[in-house]
C-alpha cells in the first residue's frame, strides 16, 4: 500500500471515529437529537469500517476482505436507514432538504448498501452466476 494510501484511509478512519464520537456527545447533551445522533453514529462508525477493511486488505484472502466489507456496507445502508427514519418522523431533522428527498436518498442507500452488503457476504465477492453451473 503506498505512502498516501495508508495516510488517506488513517485519515478516513480517525475522522469517522471523531463523528463517532460527537455523535455520542450529541446524544448525551441533547436528548431530543437521539435518533439523529444514533443515525449519525451508524453512518459514521460505518465510514471507518470501510476505512480499516480497506487498509487491512494485503493482510487478508480476497474472500475474508470482501465478507468484511459486505458486513461494513450492510451497516453503512442501516445508517442510511435509520437517517430516513428520522427524516421520516421529523421533517425538520434535516434543514438543508426536503423530506420527501431525503427518505428517498435514505431508502435507495438502504437498498444499495444493504442488499449489497448481503451480497457480498453471501458470495464472498464471487461472481453471481444465473442460469446453468458449470
Same mark, same amino acid.
Given at each position: 500500500?503506498? @505512502?498516501?494510501?495508508?495516510?488517506?484511509?488513517?485519515?478516513?478512519?480517525?475522522?469517522?471515529?471523531?463523528?463517532?464520537? $460527537?455523535?455520542?456527545? $450529541?446524544?448525551?447533551? #441533547?436528548?431530543?437529537? %437521539?435518533?439523529?445522533?444514533? *443515525?449519525?453514529?451508524?453512518?459514521?462508525?460505518?465510514?471507518?469500517?470501510?476505512?480499516? @477493511?480497506?487498509?487491512?486488505?494485503?493482510?487478508? *484472502?480476497?474472500?475474508?476482505?470482501?465478507?468484511?466489507?459486505?458486513?461494513? *456496507?450492510? $451497516?453503512?445502508?442501516?445508517?442510511?436507514?435509520?437517517?430516513?427514519?428520522? &427524516?421520516? %418522523?421529523? =421533517?425538520?431533522?434535516?434543514?438543508? &432538504? =426536503? #423530506?420527501?428527498?431525503?427518505?428517498?436518498?435514505?431508502?435507495?442507500?438502504?437498498?444499495?448498501?444493504?442488499?449489497?452488503?448481503?451480497?457480498?457476504? @453471501?458470495?464472498?465477492?464471487?461472481?453471481? %452466476?444465473?442460469?446453468?453451473?458449470?
Amino acid at each position: 500500500m503506498a @505512502v498516501m494510501e495508508r495516510r488517506t484511509t488513517g485519515m478516513v478512519i480517525i475522522g469517522g471515529l471523531i463523528f463517532v464520537v $460527537l455523535a455520542g456527545f $450529541l446524544a448525551v447533551v #441533547q436528548p431530543d437529537a %437521539r435518533p439523529l445522533a444514533l *443515525s449519525a453514529a451508524l453512518f459514521f462508525g460505518a465510514v471507518a469500517a470501510i476505512a480499516a @477493511v480497506e487498509r487491512g486488505r494485503h493482510r487478508i *484472502s480476497p474472500t475474508t476482505n470482501a465478507r468484511l466489507m459486505g458486513a461494513a *456496507s450492510v $451497516l453503512f445502508g442501516v445508517g442510511f436507514g435509520a437517517m430516513g427514519v428520522v &427524516a421520516w %418522523r421529523d =421533517p425538520y431533522a434535516f434543514d438543508r &432538504a =426536503p #423530506q420527501a428527498v431525503i427518505v428517498a436518498v435514505a431508502v435507495l442507500g438502504l437498498v444499495f448498501f444493504g442488499v449489497g452488503g448481503v451480497l457480498l457476504i @453471501v458470495t464472498g465477492g464471487r461472481p453471481l %452466476r444465473w442460469g446453468r453451473r458449470r
